[in-house]
């Protein structure tokens, strides 16, 4: 089978996948992404929601669908942050895995068909893939992309593709020549790739934006992640890009232990630019700095010298707060995820 193949069956087979046995992130799961550090990345994420609800006019309402919501703690997040624009807010969480899904109900109220059509409370929803009709609001993919299934090519005389087999009961990799239309896109995106270079064609993740954008008529799309070139990509060793993780540690070689460990490859900007450009492509230090990191931070610096003496709850979480920003906004760590817009008019 391809590799892209094997990583959809890995992830998100539904008897024996990683997602759908229960695999997620937080720090009782296999790794952390920005949400779980802490409430501070919902607080600035509800921020942006309020200023993009203002720059479209205040619709009502005002859809905001988060893509690999897993457990519901973003959401959770942007809840607690109590933002302007929850009277109009009906959040959407899209998550896959129904074990995770049906854990988000213990994190955020989830709408019912018996709760009244509108009481000025933000509603929360859940769903296994992307609405069907187009709205105007905002979709957002905190960490989603880098888990959806790439085809692998390698570099030999011209470009080979690397296939998942099997011999003597272990999964093996298989060099095959590969089809031309994989190779007229390893060719187009990484040219001067040296013999030995590896590269993954991220098909799905392409398909994914194009479907978010058809259903944004208003808005934007907003993708957080890991994210790098095709070219850069090639020119660095495909262990690097292509990871795996398991119990807060990196894993084994992606074919090892298929359903027990997460597989993860960077985000080739380039590649979700042939859909089309972004509009907007900063490291998420920027975006968080954009959206009043800096001023929340401060305040909470200031409760914890007010009231560190007294070692209470507010003075504990002022610290953790600071504690977050600055992880958050590690520049050898979450603060170099890309955070890429794309503006829908």
Same mark, same amino acid.
Request: proline fraction near 8%; charged fraction near 25%; aromatic fraction near 4%.
């Given at each position: 089978m391809s590799f892209a193949d094997f990583m959809e069956t890995a992830l998100y087979d539904q008897q024996g996948g990683f997602f759908a046995t229960g695999g997620a992130a937080g720090r009782r799961g296999h790794f952390l992404t920005s949400p779980e550090v802490g409430p501070l990345f919902g607080a600035i994420l509800a921020r942006a929601l309020d200023r993009w609800w203002a720059e479209l006019g205040r619709p009502e309402p005002y859809v905001v669908v988060e893509a690999g919501a897993g457990t519901g703690t973003l959401a959770a997040g942007v809840r607690a942050a109590l933002p302007a624009c929850a009277p109009a807010l009906h959040y959407v969480m899209v998550e896959r895995s129904e074990p995770l899904r049906g854990r988000q109900a213990a994190v !955020?109220?989830?709408?019912?068909?018996?709760d009244p059509p509108h009481d000025a409370r933000p509603i929360f929803t859940s769903l296994a893939e992307l609405p069907g009709q187009?709205?105007?609001? *905002?979709?957002?993919?905190?960490?989603?992309?880098?888990?959806?299934?790439?085809?692998?090519?390698?570099?030999?005389?011209? @470009?080979?593709? !690397?296939?998942? =087999?099997?011999?003597?009961?272990?999964?093996?990799?298989?060099?095959?020549? %590969?089809?031309?239309?994989?190779?007229?896109?390893a060719e187009l995106l990484a040219p001067d790739a040296s013999a030995g270079a590896r590269v993954p064609l991220q098909v799905a993740a392409r398909s994914w934006l194009q479907q978010a954008l058809s259903l944004v008529e208003r808005g934007r799309v907003v993708v957080i992640d890991y994210a790098d070139t095709?070219?850069?990509?090639?020119?660095?060793? /495909?262990?690097? @890009?292509?990871?795996?993780?398991?119990?807060?540690?990196?894993?084994?070689?992606?074919?090892?232990?298929?359903g027990?460990?997460? *597989?993860?490859?960077?985000?080739?900007?380039?590649?979700?630019?042939? !859909?089309?450009?972004? %509009?907007?492509?900063?490291?998420?230090?920027?975006?968080?700095?954009? #959206? =009043? *990191?800096?001023?929340?931070?401060a305040a /909470?610096?200031?409760? @914890? #010298?007010?009231?560190? #003496?007294?070692?209470?709850?507010?003075?504990?979480?002022?610290?953790?707060? !600071? =504690?977050?920003?600055?992880?958050?906004?590690?520049?050898?760590?979450?603060?170099?995820?890309?955070v890429l817009e794309w503006a829908v008019h």
């Open positions: !955020v109220p989830l709408a019912r068909p018996s187009p709205f105007a609001g *905002i979709v957002v993919a905190n960490e989603l992309l880098d888990n959806l299934p790439v085809h692998l090519l390698e570099r030999r005389g011209g @470009w080979d593709e !690397v296939r998942v =087999g099997e011999l003597h009961g272990q999964l093996v990799e298989v060099l095959v020549p %590969a089809p031309p239309a994989l190779v007229a896109d095709t070219a850069s990509l090639a020119a660095r060793p /495909a262990a690097e @890009w292509l990871r795996t993780y398991r119990a807060h540690g990196r894993g084994g070689h992606p074919l090892e232990h298929p027990a460990q997460d *597989i993860t490859c960077e985000v080739a900007v380039d590649q979700l630019a042939r !859909v089309r450009p972004p %509009a907007v492509d900063r490291a998420q230090a920027e975006f968080l700095q954009a #959206h =009043g *990191i800096e001023e929340l931070t /909470a610096r200031a409760r @914890w #010298h007010e009231r560190a #003496h007294l070692g209470d709850l507010e003075a504990l979480e002022a610290r953790s707060r !600071v =504690g977050e920003a600055a992880a958050l906004t590690d520049p050898a760590g979450l603060g170099a995820f890309r």
